[in-house]
């Protein structure tokens, strides 16, 4: 896996571990992998981390938190208060160390069992500097949130614009509502000119959201039209996304359809 560092703004910076964008402002971690992509951003963080932000409940965003919350164990934990019950389910965590062992053994890296027995504390804007907003940005999950940095203008938006392909093809990823998603995005245009997506070191102006609520609307039709769950998938399991393991994708193409058929 490949490790990339760029300094974005005066404050931000942008470690990309593979697929996976960690963003590090003071000694705030926005977004935690996987756990094998977690270890490379440790070996490679020149300070120490005291608040770390999960984006959403995704194994590729929430797996890593459990090895970079035992390096930094005195380090607070927030996300939506959705997650705190999730990951108390042994269901949940089995499912995201499967996906995340399978993920990681792509990339020929063998992966301890992990668990989230920590706590983790409902996110919200008064845990922060007055610059720092969080955002609720539902629509690809339903526990999705973004950090705004009014002061240098980005907002660090995960997995809200969908999945940009290092190709530079957006993949509409509205898992949980296709309406909050197109929400979601008009929302994150109207408050900034800088998103900083989830993964391979996508960082774009605003003007990417129109490209992200087209290929949604786009895609919604065709399935309409008929394009099905099976069309989906040999449409989106290619790239970077043929670096998941097949039965994430598969889930992925049938949440496309179901939520273009509600
Ligand atoms: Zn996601």
């Keep these: 896996?490949?490790?990339?560092?760029?300094?974005?703004?005066?404050?931000?910076?942008?470690?990309?571990?593979?697929?996976?964008?960690?963003?590090?402002?003071?000694?705030?971690?926005?977004?935690?992998?996987?756990?094998?992509?977690?270890?490379?951003?440790?070996?490679?963080?020149?300070?120490?981390?005291?608040?770390i932000v999960v984006s959403h409940a995704h194994f590729d965003h929430i797996a890593g938190l459990a090895v970079i919350k035992s390096k930094f164990p005195d380090?607070?934990?927030?996300?939506?208060?959705?997650?705190?019950?999730?990951?108390?389910?042994?269901?949940?965590?089995?499912?995201?160390?499967?996906?995340?062992?399978?993920?990681?053994?792509?990339?020929?890296?063998?992966?301890?069992?992990?668990?989230?027995?920590?706590?983790?504390?409902?996110?919200?804007?008064?845990?922060?500097?007055?610059?720092?907003?969080?955002?609720?940005?539902?629509?690809?999950?339903?526990?999705?949130?973004?950090?705004?940095?009014?002061?240098?203008?980005?907002?660090?938006?995960?997995?809200?614009?969908?999945?940009?392909?290092?190709s530079g093809k957006n993949i509409p990823m509205y898992f949980h509502s296709f309406s909050k998603y197109i929400e979601s995005i008009e929302k994150i245009k109207s408050l900034t000119d800088k998103v900083c997506l989830g993964h391979n070191g996508a960082i774009f102006n605003s003007e990417y959201c129109d490209v992200a609520i087209e290929e949604a609307f786009k895609l919604k039709d065709e399935i309409q039209g008929g394009l099905t769950e099976e069309d989906v998938f040999k449409r989106i399991y290619k790239e970077e996304m043929s670096l998941y393991p097949l039965s994430t994708i598969k889930a992925v193409a049938r949440l496309l359809v179901k939520r273009s058929l509600e």
Aim: with cysteine; net charge negative; aromatic share 10%.
């Design 1 to 51: 896996m490949d490790l990339e560092v760029r300094q974005v703004t005066n404050s931000l910076k942008l470690v990309r571990v593979g697929l996976i964008n960690y963003y590090l402002f003071d000694s705030l971690l926005f977004d935690c992998g996987t756990t094998c992509t977690a270890l490379k951003l440790i070996e490679s963080l020149d300070r120490s981390i005291q608040s």
């Design 75 to 166: 380090a607070r934990v927030f996300a939506h208060e959705r997650i705190a019950g999730l990951v108390k389910k042994d269901k949940v965590i089995e499912t995201w160390n499967e996906e995340n062992r399978e993920f990681c053994n792509k990339f020929g890296e063998n992966v301890d069992p992990f668990n989230l027995d920590f706590e983790i504390e409902n996110v919200s804007t008064e845990n922060f500097p007055e610059h720092l907003k969080i955002i609720e940005t539902p629509g690809h999950s339903p526990d999705a949130i973004s950090l705004l940095n009014e002061k240098e203008g980005f907002m660090l938006v995960a997995d809200a614009l969908g999945y940009p392909l290092s």
